[in-house]
């Protein structure tokens, strides 16, 4: 701490190199920020290891991830038609149909391929048929029943290569086809609701579901050509769906509901600032510090990363309720000293220690394996680096010498949050007790939510449109991939066919087939493709190649199993988050105040703030995701400030008997409110990620204050009363 007094005293008497160091330093990072490049992708903050990473890769290029629906909602079916037909002429790419071809095509090429597709299922299948059950009766007889309803004759390629429907994928697609034929019907080539009242038309995005900066200029093009057909069939309502519309939609609803949250916490902001501060250079050096720790962490950003996403930097606007802090303590403190230098002594080391702590828990994010949080964790980590560089060699100097007043915030409710008071110490512990009452009872809930789509922004008719979505998917094409990890089993099914048939007879399976179809009314030469394909003899081919693996067993792309591998990574993610944060947090604490006891005391109001946190998020149903998850360590970091202050203050008040306790609630108090002002007006946002930051913050903001002004002077009273050694270290 004595070398930042020396550089203080060292700069105040040499001004120009002070001045000529805080302006080269604005340049430089100006240029760097400026390096910097802009994504807009939400799957940012998804896990990004080796196998999800292919595999996200190949589901943005499949057809369903990419495919724009459009709607036309319409009482005339001709209307519609014709409608589908003037968007079709805008657009030469558009699809009016269903690609029936492209199913069975890849039908084909999988029953072709049928042992690498075989299951222990479609084993017992064959054993009950060897059995002479009458499994074999009431397959074919579906079979039967299938073809003869409309429309589904396409299919009957498929039945003939694989009637007993050993491949998942055909029993699937099959299954899916004929509920979703209830719902759906063909009008004159056109595909449409069973009542001919609703028409669709498809159209690939080239930019993949992801591309929002891209997708958001297709989809206005789109807009413009449905504006147009409208006026020319104004009884047609049209309207656009998919994974693209929805992720565009998702970027403007974040882009306006950040802009209107900061336009309306700027305002309030402003007006507590103007009353706190009458005089308006302060206000102007609060601004000054936190533009500078801004631009540190934005060329930061530039040197060990080069591009961010503009999410993260609409979330990064939480870190100016934390970087505020160093600013304020600052200037709250200047009133009750008579020199700035005295300021800076009595602030310096609470705010050090607690900006040590905050930065220690954001460099937890680096690590993790979303690049989104990465970048979060690298740009605030710097940037509250930069803020305290700032304010601890550059903002002494351009505060006023002069004694200004600075206006008291009263607020009666945490001014009496005082431990003297019998009753408030019995709430408070009846409030943890109850609630640590509920963290058991509701532990086997999940806390962590990691399905991204329940954070995704969709109007109500975009989710009725998204459940006809659904439906229509059964009927079109079925995207296809699997990863290089099946080498194994894909070896091990090869052989278990292999060794099967030689046990089995396979023209005797084939000939029960014939003669089971001949009695329901199929062609004797029905099952000829069926017949050929249970005759092949596999032999193991090179599968160390993925290119090798991918042609020989597409199978379909398993969208749940990568769900449930990114809630795996999310959720160990988590759970690193809240451990590590609270090791860094609490070792900082003990070795800050040089004593283990002081350390606890400052480290438990945070553990029950959590306990409080938890307990409210289940009441009021609310999760932690991949968006707010930051949370976690913004709570760490600010609490820490917190309660590093009130140890503080209680410290200097043992050792020396000045009452700076009442200081650092006043700047706490001013914190608090900035914070909740910068980030509780979350709440108001239409976006479900955004307003889940706003609630959690208002839970958090409100538990990590009032336990840091209740519990370390209960505890402090208890330590210095009755521990020997506490009073020799205070002393």
């Not at 916490?265 to 706190?276: K, P, Q, R, T």
């Not at 607020?411 to 109850?434: D, M």
């Not at 058991?440 to 008719?461: A, E």
């Not at 959720?571 to 809240?578: L, M």
Request: glycine share 6%.
């Amino acid at each position: 701490m004595n070398a930042f007094i020396k550089l203080y005293d060292w700069f105040t008497s040499h001004h120009k190199v002070a001045w000529g160091l805080g302006i080269a330093l604005f340049v430089l990072m100006g240029v760097l920020a400026a390096r910097l490049n802009y994504e807009e992708d939400i799957f940012a903050f998804l896990p990004q290891d080796e196998e999800y990473t292919e595999s996200m890769q190949v589901y943005s290029s499949i057809n369903e991830a990419s495919r724009i629906v459009v709607i036309f909602d319409g009482t005339d079916p001709d209307s519609i038609t014709q409608a589908i037909d003037a968007f079709a002429d805008l657009h030469n790419h558009a699809i009016t149909e269903v690609d029936l071809d492209g199913v069975l095509t890849r039908l084909d090429y999988i029953y072709r391929h049928l042992p690498y597709f075989m299951t222990d299922e479609a084993y017992r299948l064959l054993d009950s048929i060897y059995a002479g059950s009458d499994t074999l009766q009431v397959i074919l007889n579906g079979d039967k029943q299938l073809l003869s309803m409309p429309g589904t004759s396409f299919l009957y390629p498929a039945i003939t290569q694989d009637p007993l429907h050993l491949v998942p994928l055909s029993r699937g697609l099959s299954g899916q086809y004929a509920g979703a034929m209830s719902a759906f019907t063909s009008y004159n080539g056109y595909i449409m609701t069973s009542d001919c009242q609703r028409g669709f038309a498809f159209y690939d995005s080239p930019y993949g579901s992801t591309e929002t900066g891209s997708n958001a200029l297709l989809i206005d093009s789109l807009n413009t050509s449905i504006q147009t057909i409208a006026q020319a069939y104004p009884s047609v309502a049209i309207r656009l769906l998919g994974a693209p519309v929805i992720a565009v939609n998702n970027a403007q609803q974040i882009k306006h509901d950040s802009i209107g949250a900061i336009l309306l916490s700027i305002v309030f902001i402003l007006a507590l600032l103007l009353y706190a501060f009458p005089r308006k250079r302060d206000i102007a050096l609060i601004f000054l510090a936190i533009g500078f720790g801004w631009l540190f962490g934005m060329a930061a950003l530039s040197i060990f990363v080069g591009s961010v996403s503009v999410i993260v930097l609409g979330i990064g606007a939480i870190l100016i309720g934390i970087s505020v802090n160093y600013p304020l303590h600052l200037l709250v403190h200047q009133r009750y000293t008579t020199t700035i230098k005295q300021t800076l002594q009595e602030v310096l080391s609470p705010l050090i220690i607690g900006n040590i702590t905050t930065v220690g828990a954001f460099l937890v994010l680096i690590p993790l394996h979303s690049p989104a949080l990465q970048q979060l964790g690298i740009f605030a980590s710097a940037m509250l680096l930069g803020t305290i560089l700032f304010c601890i060699l550059f903002l002494p100097h351009l505060m006023s010498a002069t004694h200004t007043t600075i206006r008291e915030i009263h607020c009666k409710i945490l001014n009496r949050l005082t431990p003297n008071r019998t009753f408030i110490g019995i709430i408070t512990i009846t409030i943890i007790i109850v609630c640590a009452g509920i963290d058991i009872v509701t532990s086997s809930r999940p806390l962590f939510d990691p399905n991204i789509s329940h954070i995704n922004y969709m109007t109500p008719q975009q989710r009725e449109d998204f459940a006809w979505f659904e439906q229509l998917s059964a009927v079109s094409d079925q995207p296809l991939y699997l990863a290089e990890s099946a080498r194994t089993e894909l070896e091990q099914r090869i052989t278990k066919w292999n060794d099967y048939f030689t046990t089995h007879n396979a023209d005797s399976l084939v000939q029960q087939v014939i003669t089971t179809g001949q009695t329901l009314g199929f062609r004797e030469d029905a099952f000829e493709p069926f017949a050929a394909i249970i005759n092949q003899r596999p032999i193991i081919e090179d599968l160390h190649h993925p290119a090798t693996l991918a042609a020989l067993w597409p199978g379909r792309f398993d969208l749940e199993r990568i769900n449930a591998q990114v809630a795996t990574v999310l959720t160990q993610d988590f759970d690193y988050i809240g451990l590590v944060c609270s090791v860094i947090v609490f070792i900082f604490l003990c070795i800050s105040f040089r004593s283990l006891a002081l350390g606890i005391i400052a480290f438990i109001p945070m553990l029950l703030s959590w306990v409080i946190i938890i307990a409210c998020m289940h009441l009021f149903g609310l999760q932690f995701n991949i968006v707010n998850i930051i949370l976690a360590t913004f709570i760490f970091g600010q609490g820490d400030d917190y309660t590093i202050f009130v140890v503080e203050g209680l410290i200097n008040q043992e050792r020396i008997g000045e009452r700076l306790l009442k200081q650092y609630k006043q700047s706490i108090i001013l914190s608090a409110l900035v914070m909740l002002m910068a980030i509780g007006v979350l709440v108001f946002a239409k976006h479900p990620a955004m307003f889940s930051l706003g609630a959690v913050t208002l839970i958090g903001m409100s538990a990590v204050v009032t336990m840091a002004f209740i519990i370390p002077p209960i505890l402090f009273r208890l330590y210095t009363r009755f521990n020997t050694s506490g009073n020799k270290n205070c002393k």
